[in-house]
């Protein structure tokens, strides 16, 4: 029976240095990432030290060109896009930075989807944060999303489950081209015969309390610090409903924030030339919208 106690203590024994040598190989992987998304994460976490950040979804770093908001502003700025996510990340996000150094504005581009309204389990947000676990205000984010993941997160190599191979390819050879500056541009020209014509809004999706947490946190502390948050909806083929943005409208006017809405505007809608797909602008529409939305922000000043 005592050899077989210590087989059972050898084996798991074995099972957590395996686990630690190979979180450290991942971190460190990820620290020396040569590019591609990893390597953009860790910029945003460790190294931005631009005066205008953005924030927000795919529809943010396909969105905003930051060479034509730096141009115009003479301001620097970094686009901290990150595709599929929304306010659980980009609030951990904002944990980071605001330790490091301290920035201007946030120019943060709203969907819906991720940063307001019910849909998957928040926890699918995360993802990104989890090897940042260890770093100033972050594990808050994941006690208010799950507070069973602190025991996940004994686990080095679950830190990185979601993030093997991108771990592996962005520090071996990246297969994404993000810009310096953190924009990721779309080139070419939507396919009209792929769109749904007659996508509409779904009036039934409720708010999600945890996301609105996060939002009014994020406005309470860059206030606190005295940054500037700009909301703002950026275009999609298909328009939005003023229903649709309501909640985000309401949340500016109480806050006294800006909010600057294309998200139904006639230049954009259904004019296909701006577009690679229904929800994304092609670099050419970014760059109008940028200068568009360059301009609503000196109209505010």
């Not at 910029?43 to 795919?58: A, C, M, P, Q, R």
Request: hydrophobic letters at 35%; charged letters at 25%.
């Amino acid at each position: 029976m005592k050899k077989f106690f210590l087989k059972v203590g050898l084996f798991f024994l074995a099972l957590i240095i395996v686990d630690r040598a190979l979180g450290t190989v991942f971190a460190y992987m990820g620290e020396h990432a040569k590019g591609g998304y990893v390597g953009h994460h860790v910029y945003v976490t460790d190294k931005t030290n631009e005066d205008i950040l953005i924030f927000g979804s795919s529809r943010a770093i396909h969105h905003y060109n930051p060479q034509i908001i730096s141009d115009s502003l003479g301001m620097t700025c970094y686009n901290c896009g990150q595709d599929g996510n929304g306010i659980v990340l980009f609030y951990g996000m904002w944990q980071m930075i605001k330790e490091r150094y301290q920035l201007k504005m946030i120019i943060y581009d709203v969907n819906t989807s991720f940063d307001l309204y019910e849909g998957e389990s928040n926890t699918k947000y995360l993802g990104w944060l989890r090897m940042d676990y260890d770093r100033p205000g972050v594990k808050q984010v994941f006690t208010a999303v799950d507070p069973t993941e602190k025991y996940k997160m004994m686990s080095m190599l679950y830190r990185y489950n979601s993030k093997f191979m991108q771990n592996i390819t962005d520090y071996v050879h990246p297969l994404f081209g993000i810009e310096g500056n953190g924009y990721l541009p779309l080139k070419g020209n939507m396919d009209t015969m792929k769109i749904r014509k007659d996508k509409k809004y779904n009036g039934n999706i409720r708010l999600d309390k945890r996301k609105v947490y996060f939002l009014k946190k994020l406005i309470e502390e860059t206030s606190a610090d005295d940054v500037e948050l700009v909301f703002a909806v950026s275009p999609s083929w298909y328009g939005a409903t003023e229903e649709q943005i309501e909640p985000i409208v309401k949340l500016c006017n109480i806050e006294n924030l800006v909010f600057i809405n294309f998200s139904n505007t006639d230049k954009y809608t259904h004019h296909s030339e701006y577009f690679k797909d229904g929800n994304h602008l092609n670099s050419f529409g970014a760059d109008e919208y940028t200068k568009d939305i360059i301009g609503c922000l000196r109209q505010t000043k």
